[in-house]
Nanobody, 120 residues
């Protein structure tokens, strides 16, 4: 099946770092813009970051600017999200999704999510 698989989540202390990975299965990741989303219990899904097909354009929501960095390695069919200076409010399930353009209303493929927990 055509899908994305997230990995790299876990429990880290405030101020710590994690690197999430989003790997494509069954399609070429380089044909798509890739976005990272997150959803915490009781809250709506939030757009976190997005990277264009070539990696030439990157965007972030204000709450993660300066702390998170999105990148891609199309040769490895993988997109990354480097998360530094983590805060308890970053706790959520993180998802990646593929679309034709960043910030599109709909995505073609979604991953299953990976849990990130930063305790208070």
């Amino acid at each position: 099946q055509l899908q994305l698989v997230e990995s790299g989540g876990g429990l880290v202390q405030p101020g710590g770092s994690l690197r999430l990975s989003c790997a494509a299965s069954g399609f070429t990741l380089g044909y798509y813009a890739i976005g990272w989303f997150r959803q915490a219990p009781g809250k709506e899904r939030e757009r976190v970051s997005c990277i264009s097909t070539s990696g030439g354009m990157m965007g972030y929501t204000d709450s993660v600017k300066g702390r998170f960095t999105i990148s891609r390695d199309n040769a490895k069919n993988t997109v990354f999200l480097q998360m530094n200076s983590l805060k308890p409010e970053d706790t959520a399930v993180y998802y990646c999704a593929a679309s034709n353009r960043c910030w599109a209303a709909a995505s073609d493929y979604w991953g299953q999510g990976t849990q990130v927990t930063v305790p208070s």
